[in-house]
């Protein structure tokens, strides 16, 4: 597997700081003001998740600059730099919408525990660290309907691997649409 494989990971940063910090505000009462200004549940959910998106790709513009100029890393032959960005794109809304879903509806503490429990479980069901197959049959079947194995199944053919990449990139804008939908309709300020 090459260096730049565990791309998918970076997209789960949506999940990782993203709900941790806006439940924190939520508690302290930075979003209670929020809500007072003209920005609407939905505009605070979009902000969001576009600067999760502006922070990867920074981080995805540095591992590319760090694998090719210090580990001698080339794409290799049939890689689709468009799936690749389009499969981070729709996995950071998805992973997003978990996130600021977690963060809108239950208390700090309890945002901080499940944000971590989930980004753990994602990185272990979704194919990232172990492949599906390697999986109990029952739990693969299960693993294989989260985001984080349609976002790592998008990215190892966005890298090449035999397959279409409509099936998971698809079933990642669902997961975003429905998450962000659900998100913007449950988001509390306070």
Same mark, same amino acid.
């Given at each position: 597997? =090459?260096? #730049?494989?565990?791309?998918?990971?970076?997209? #789960?940063? =949506?999940? &990782?700081?993203?709900?941790?910090e806006t439940a924190y505000e939520r508690a302290y009462g930075v979003l209670k003001r929020l809500g007072g200004a003209p920005l609407s549940r939905g505009g605070l959910v979009a902000a969001r998740v576009l600067a999760v998106l502006g922070v990867e790709a920074g981080?995805? &513009?540095?591992?590319v600059a760090i694998a090719a100029l210090v580990l001698g890393w080339s794409p290799a032959p049939g890689t689709s730099v468009p799936v690749i960005v389009g499969a981070v794109t729709l996995g950071s809304i998805a992973f997003g919408g978990i996130g600021l879903l977690m963060a809108g509806t239950l208390r700090a503490e309890g945002t901080l525990a499940l944000a971590n429990g989930l980004f753990l479980a994602f990185l272990l069901l979704g194919g990232m660290i172990i492949p599906?197959?390697?999986l109990p049959a029952e739990l693969a079947a299960m693993a294989a309907a989260l985001p984080a194995s349609q976002l790592t199944e998008a990215i190892r053919i966005g890298f090449g691997a035999a397959g279409d990449p409509a099936g998971p990139l698809?079933? #990642? #804008?669902a997961w975003g649409i429905a998450l962000a939908g659900l998100t913007t309709a449950t988001f509390r300020w306070v």
């Open positions: 597997m =090459g260096p #730049l494989q565990r791309v998918p990971s970076v997209s #789960l940063e =949506g999940l &990782a700081a993203v709900p941790v981080q995805v &513009a540095l591992l599906l197959d390697h698809v079933a #990642l #804008l």
